[in-house]
């Protein structure tokens, strides 16, 4: 008789790092459980397979307290019976950049090389949805099957788990979902009464829904035990359901009768974040925003600033720090776990979490300051003090430059390298004490004081490289007189903004004749959810700034002006007062607004002050025009996110777990946009979106979430058990002071043709300026090298494909460039232009050759929509 199907049997464990748990403590455990699979494996040749969870980070953690054991696991990995990889851990996709998700993979797929070949599936079993560049991520590294759970639903062009699964670009995989889920096979009883309880439901929905009637049944769960009595369980399957196929299998069998069927696969393409079959937390981007904020900071300092800086040092002969970026790389990607950048997780957790932030930022920090020494003490005129500006964007800037410096002296003359004064604004001036600079002063008894001194300037910097001005102590400077005020509260050529009586902006575009109104309202509403979802109260009352109490004060200086704006308002303490429709508690909201001279970005820095529970506070933009999408950015690409989801109208009728709220989360940009005219909103760390309004658009754009449990039942928004469990997590609730900035910026065109993109990493990048003087607390001999005062590496337009990555190669003296195409529907083609000789060779993500790839250095190349590319060049 022909089986029904044939039910693979794949022993593996699910290992959440931490959780509601700590790491310590899954330490522990996992020290506990290794040493039961590695025994199982070693002496039981008929137990023939292990999925170690798909990440090295599990690895790691094992080898710090038992390193004797790397042969064991070498060997069992080399002969096939512990899969491992390809993951340095299993990462989120919807929060974090292209760049991390590259990284995470590049890190685990070389850890995993001393050990054995990796598993090649992009195996993400619980991440909460699926970013629609995954394929394109995945076939960079040569991966073409991947195997995931949450997210999917019919709408999506299939009722079927297997399918082909398609980016914007055309990458493709095989995917293989895992309808329901990765533990469906935990804990399996031995008996019959048992087996058929658990069981009977589950073989029906695997393989109604299969193509191929090869089903997965996944032996293993969150920090499961190796089962030890699989066999006789198998067994006692075979006698019950005669009509199917057991065996013990691993997950690349599946796929290989998968491919066999390749033709009748349907062709899926987008994102996978529907909550019909299971939930996703499609709002899971604004917990913990404090964490949130300090993820996006130090993922943009790392990408942005320290490995370009690091690669314009190595060019010029320096060390590139490999083992220094790795370290702090892999800090960070310890944090991009799904529970743990989703921030799930216990009050402890959190904290362990922002303790890696800190420690990954701290050492960004220093890095890039040592590079920026490095490079300034090695120039051949060293004596002298020097203001060195570093622009790390391959595009010429002309930028308002707020820096500082320190002198012994009472006024200075800036000077460029032609001897032309350079004029300056000084926003501030302090005496500090010498020791603060070098306690070797003191020591010798100098106790002169330095002057510091906040300065202002502009300067049109070269592409990815640095000029230098010089500083003349002693000297009279050129000073740039502050600006004058205008009746309007802030006014450029661009704009010009005004302040309404509800202590919100009207912003008139002066190139476009658009008047964005109203733009800086806070809504301040319930929120009765917990971690993992945002969800109203049923007594929801919702409060804006526009009743609140409102105070501004505007600052002229050299080259751009500010405004100060204060908004506080009452609101209710926590769900009581909502209810009863009181307000004990308090928000406080004070806006810096920045608007340069020649700029068409305004700036907003936020410091929040919240004396209140259980609420989101979102900040309010409306645009002119009532919009029906909003562009948002991805990795490596963009997407067109409707503004409104019809199976709102009917989802709890139609079974949903979680309601389908169009709220999207985005990395740096969001776009709405009426013919040619468009407004972006630039983000760093504020990455939840909603556009709502009747008659016209607005953004409402999230800043925080407080809320005081990890997990809730019976949310409005998504009924039934709670998520995770249900433990107070009081720090959730972000009492106290909270900063986040962002910035809007009007264009003309498609976002691709105005360079939306590029604007935004410019926000990102900000000009990194160094202080040379004849004093420092850290001592270091001068190299042999001889560094040039000025240098540019390299130039690309500043329109169509940005730059993604600029590193050293892992394992070769040669550059890595990786560009992509940041439009969802429009090619692109771009050209590099090195200032010294350079030649190129295209490879994958993961650096090794890309067969017949195109050169960069010289020649345009054409990137379709969504596409990055990646080049190892050589300079010299």
């Not at 964490?291 to 314009?312: C, D, G, Q």
């Not at 919702?542 to 009743?547: H, K, Q, V």
């Not at 709670?722 to 003309?748: A, H, N, T, Y």
């Amino acid at each position: 008789m022909k089986a029904v199907s044939r039910v693979h049997i794949t022993p593996h464990m699910h290992w959440d790092r931490e959780w509601y748990f700590t790491t310590e403590e899954s330490r522990i455990l996992l020290v506990n459980n290794m040493e039961e699979i590695l025994t199982r494996l070693e002496q039981d040749a008929e137990y023939k397979y292990y999925v170690l969870d798909g990440q090295t980070a599990i690895l790691e953690d094992y080898f710090a307290v038992k390193p004797e054991n790397r042969p064991r696991v070498k060997a069992l990995a080399a002969a096939g019976k512990l899969i491992i990889g390809p993951w340095y851990t299993q990462t989120d996709t919807t929060i974090v950049a292209g760049e991390s998700i590259v990284r995470n993979l590049m890190y685990g797929m070389r850890d995993c090389l001393a050990f054995g070949e990796p598993m090649r599936i992009g195996y993400l079993p619980d991440s909460f949805g699926m970013s629609g560049q995954l394929p394109h991520i995945y076939n960079g590294f040569g991966i073409t099957r991947a195997m995931f759970w949450r997210g999917c639903s019919e709408r999506h062009g299939s009722d079927k788990t297997e399918f082909l699964w398609r980016s914007v670009d055309g990458s493709e995989v095989v995917a293989q979902v895992l309808p329901l889920g990765y533990a469906i096979g935990k804990y399996l009883p031995e008996d019959e009464a048992g087996l058929r309880k658990r069981l009977d439901g589950y073989f029906a929905v695997l393989e109604n829904a299969s193509v191929t009637k090869e089903i997965l049944l996944p032996n293993g769960h969150d920090q499961m035990p190796l089962q030890q009595n699989i066999f006789a369980v198998m067994e006692k399957l075979r006698e019950i359901y005669p009509q199917r196929e057991f065996v013990m299998s691993r997950f690349e069998a599946v796929f290989n009768h998968i491919e066999r069927h390749r033709d009748a696969l349907a062709t899926l393409t987008g994102e996978f974040n529907d909550g019909k079959y299971m939930r996703v937390h499609r709002t899971i981007g604004s917990t913990r925003m404090d964490i949130k904020l300090a993820h996006a900071r130090i993922e943009n300092k790392i990408v942005n600033l320290l490995e370009p800086l690091a690669t314009l040092a190595w060019t010029l002969g320096f060390e590139y720090q490999h083992g220094l970026l790795e370290k702090m790389w892999k800090e960070i990607l310890k944090n991009h776990a799904h529970d743990s950048i989703g921030c799930c997780c216990s009050d402890k957790v959190h904290r362990e979490i922002m303790s890696r932030f800190w420690l990954a930022e701290d050492m960004a920090d220093n890095l890039i300051r040592f590079y920026l020494r490095k490079i300034v003490d090695n120039m051949a005129h060293c004596e002298g003090d020097k203001l060195v500006l570093f622009n790390l964007l391959p595009w010429t800037r002309d930028e308002v430059i707020n820096t500082t410096i320190r002198l012994r002296g009472s006024q200075f003359q800036l000077r460029d390298a032609g001897g032309n004064d350079v004029a300056y604004y000084i926003r501030a001036r302090r005496e500090i004490d010498p020791g603060l600079v070098d306690r070797q002063i003191v020591h010798y008894g100098n106790y002169a004081p330095f002057m510091e001194y906040d300065i202002q300037l502009r300067q049109t910097l070269a592409p990815m490289g640095y000029t230098t001005l010089y500083i003349l102590v002693g000297e009279k400077g050129v000073q740039q007189p502050a600006g004058k005020p205008e009746d309007a509260l802030l006014e450029n050529d661009d704009w010009r903004i005004t302040l309404n009586d509800d202590g919100t902006l009207r912003m008139a575009d002066k190139t476009s004749g658009l008047v964005y109104d109203r733009v800086l309202e806070f809504e301040e509403g319930s929120d009765d959810g917990d971690e993992y979802d945002y969800s109203p109260s049923r007594e929801e009352w919702l409060l804006t700034s526009a009743c609140g109490e409102h105070r501004s004060d505007v600052v002229h200086e050299g080259w751009q002006s500010r405004a100060v704006i204060q908004s506080t308002f009452a609101v209710p303490a926590n769900l009581g007062e909502r209810a009863a429709r009181q307000r004990s508690g308090s928000l406080t909201v004070e806006t810096t607004v920045v608007l340069h001279h020649g700029s068409r970005r305004v700036d907003f820095s936020l410091r929040m002050d919240n004396e209140a529970d259980d609420h989101r506070v979102r900040v309010r933009i409306p645009v002119p025009y009532k919009a029906q999408s909003v562009l948002t950015d991805t990795q490596f690409g963009s997407l067109s996110r409707p503004v409104s989801d019809p199976a709102m109208e009917n989802w709890q009728a139609q079974g949903w777990k979680e309601a389908p709220v169009p709220v999207w989360n985005f990395l740096n940009y969001a776009v709405l946009q009426q013919g040619r005219h468009g407004l972006a909103l630039f983000t760093q760390g504020l990455r939840e979106v909603e556009i709502i309004g009747e008659e016209r658009s607005a953004f409402a754009l999230t800043l925080l979430r407080g809320v005081g449990l990890l997990g809730k039942e019976n949310l409005l928004l998504r009924p039934g058990r709670p998520s995770g469990i249900k433990m107070p997590v009081p720090d959730s609730q972000l009492r106290g002071e909270l900063r986040c900035d962002f910035s809007l910026w009007s264009f003309s065109g498609s976002a691709l043709e105005a360079g939306v993109a590029q604007q935004a990493r410019a926000w990102l990048t900000p000009v990194q300026c160094y202080n040379k003087i004849p004093w420092d607390a850290m001592k270091m001999n001068r190299e042999t090298i001889v560094t040039p005062a000025s240098y540019s590496l390299f130039s690309m337009p500043a329109t169509g494909c940005q730059l993604s990555a600029l590193k050293k190669a892992e394992d070769e003296d040669a550059l890595i460039v990786r560009l992509f195409n940041p439009s969802d529907g429009e090619p692109a083609r771009t050209r590099l232009r090195f200032s010294l000789p350079a030649s190129s060779q295209e490879t994958g993500m993961d650096e090794r050759p890309a067969g017949e790839g195109s050169a960069i250095t010289d020649q345009t190349v054409s990137f379709r929509p969504g596409q990055s590319r990646t080049w190892r060049v050589k300079i010299g």
